[in-house]
């Protein structure tokens, strides 16, 4: 199997400061930026999302704006490959897939933010067009949501996105998992 890493959304705005401010995003930044570091020494692809919003009024990922940049926790080296995207599906209107046919990807480990969004939409596109998907838990985010007057928690909701992606979509395991995994093969 050929592999490649897909870091998605993982942009300034999501951290502190930031427009739209996560809980946990710099702890999961940090966890990213280590599978990073993983995958760089392996030689294994890696490919950033980025998401500038197109929608009018939009709040964050502002095209041009500093929020809408990647962070420097895991900002891309020369000659890796960034997808820009303005949905929160990765492979909607992009490049990525015919990216990845030409790598000759078939696995991909993914992390990023957030877990209840562009995470969740690209994990089960992913696993539609066939890619085995290992997902990084601990180098994603959420934020807190509602719904009909139920206040959910971001750690709720994170763990809630995951226990949906577990399994048919997805393996999801911690980084140190997956970078044990990656000396392993």
Not at 38 to 55: D, E, F, G, N, Y
Not at 94 to 110: A, K, P, V
Request: proline share 3%; net charge neutral; glycine share 8%.
């Amino acid at each position: 199997m050929s592999m490649a890493l897909l870091l998605i959304d993982i942009q300034n705005d999501y951290f502190a400061g930031g427009a739209m401010t996560l809980d946990a995003s710099a702890a999961a930044g940090i966890r990213a930026g280590q599978l990073l570091t993983a995958c760089r020494k392996r030689k294994i692809p890696v490919v950033h999302v980025q998401h500038v919003s197109t929608r009018p009024g939009a709040t964050f990922f502002v095209p041009d704006s500093l929020g809408a940049e990647i962070h420097a926790c895991v900002a891309p080296l020369a000659g890796e490959t960034v997808i820009r995207k303005n949905f929160p599906n990765s492979f909607r209107n992009t490049g990525l897939l015919e990216h990845l046919q030409r790598l000759g990807s078939n696995e991909l480990l993914i992390c990023g933010m957030m877990t209840n969004m562009c995470i969740d939409a690209t994990v089960r596109a992913a696993a539609d067009q066939g890619f085995r998907c290992r997902l990084a838990h601990d180098a994603c985010a959420a934020k807190a949501l509602s719904f009909n007057g139920v206040n959910v928690p971001a750690a709720q909701v994170h763990a809630a996105f995951l226990a949906a992606l577990q399994g048919l979509y997805a393996e999801v395991a911690g980084v140190e998992d997956l970078v044990a995994g990656l000396a392993s093969r």
